[in-house]
């Protein structure tokens, strides 16, 4: 194993528009202001352990806009490896368009596009692979394929069977949830949550800006979040997994990887937007002595 | 003058989204298909004329996204004098975000981008323009300056105040506005019909699929709409007045001119799309003699 972490999941395009108010049914309401990020789990994750200077590719669907749009040139100059990509010339590239008003309601509409298609792809075989939110068939397939799984199911888990599931977490060595997506997964799987913890070897469980919780069959480390100016939660968690596994690769212990975790999630929140903000390996080892007194060079 | 006719208003990227349902405050729904089309009336209307054979200039704001999204070569390859657009390197084109639902159901959302800009902006003095849709007090400067002003509100009537549209009414020869917008354009102004069609050389109303009919100060022409097989009737609209003005332009009686319109509206709403499917003159010519017996090369 050479410690390259593959990340398998979207690469979206996210359109954030700032509206009036939302549109209902035969309802039209001018745009504010609006702008185009670079999005998507799995390659919010690949960019931000590349620019750690961790080894990353990137499994994802891209459409036939994918190199226009920049988003293609802005990766490789992260360093992520994007050789395995599924490029598909005749599909639009996964896109979210996200709608917010003056009282901060949202609504979303989401093109699935080349993720959509994955479904019927059959994935390589890949020593340590994240599986982000990304279509469900395809995950368990490279689920059953790998050496190492790490999972987070994520906001996608909506659009999982409980056999699908069940078929993943047998194959997962750590999973990653929110406070709302651990309890529905035990609900989906019928089991209660010491039961899914024996399932795996890790669960690690975030709750937003409080923190996080890390468990193993007999240790359970809270990760108190690092207090920062928060302008945007939006890609919180994908650079707290990005630095987790990244700290996991290295044999960083469990506590410490979520400390990486935290630290690098402290840097996301900082300015809008999931790429916007991403630190280099010397900014965490920073903010990590600082916050956490912890030396992640010894 | 050279029988060159100048269209100003928006040009826009239309943005046509199938989706699952119009999502709500704090909904997410999928996408099931979209497309990205040629839009804006002003554009339609110049890309129309252009394409008939006609002289065309189009004075539109656009943005730095108008060439890489194929907008600029496409309009350029109708024949369209691009010369005098405002062209916006810092703004994202204009754009319109329509979202339908499987019970046809829509809702819009509307990026004014460049055209917002006009409002601050000295006109150029034309000799023969069509005002559509567009930025009012723009809107309002062209008619002051101009020889000869075609004038069409449109959906943009909403953001007109009675002073804006009575300093256009006042400049205006010819008027264009469906059987919704001639009421409310009435009592805008506070003004029955009558006084109205007194102020101007020419009032057109257009009924939909019915037909549409002139009005002078002593004649009342009804023209019928052409029967087709009407797939999409966005855009038909642009078509009528584009056909009525390059007829009006060369000096073809009024319910000749409406005829015209009518009979290019025909064939743009054969196909899904306001620009997919413009005729030529001949085309023009043959279904005119065809359904209203009218000779145009006589």
Known sequence: MDNTISIVGHTALDHLFNVEKIAGPNESFPILDYEISYGGGAANIAATIATLGGKCQLISGVGNDFKSSGYEDYLTSTGVDLSHLYRMEDEKSTKAFVFTDKNHNQCTYFHWGPSARLKKTDPPSLDFVHLAT??????????????????????????YTSELLETILYNTNIMFANKHEIKRVCDMINQPFDKLKDMLDVVVVTYDEEGSRIYTDDIDYWIPAIPVNAVDPTGAGDGYRAGFLLGYIQRYPLNECGKIGSTVASFIVEKAGCQTNLPVWNDVEKRCKYYYDLNLSD
Chains 1, 2 share one sequence.
Request: proline share 8%.
């Open 134 to 159: 990304s279509e469900p068939v395809f995950n368990s397939k490279v689920a059953q394929k790998a050496g190492f799984v790490s999972f987070d199911p994520g906001q996608d888990l909506v659009t």
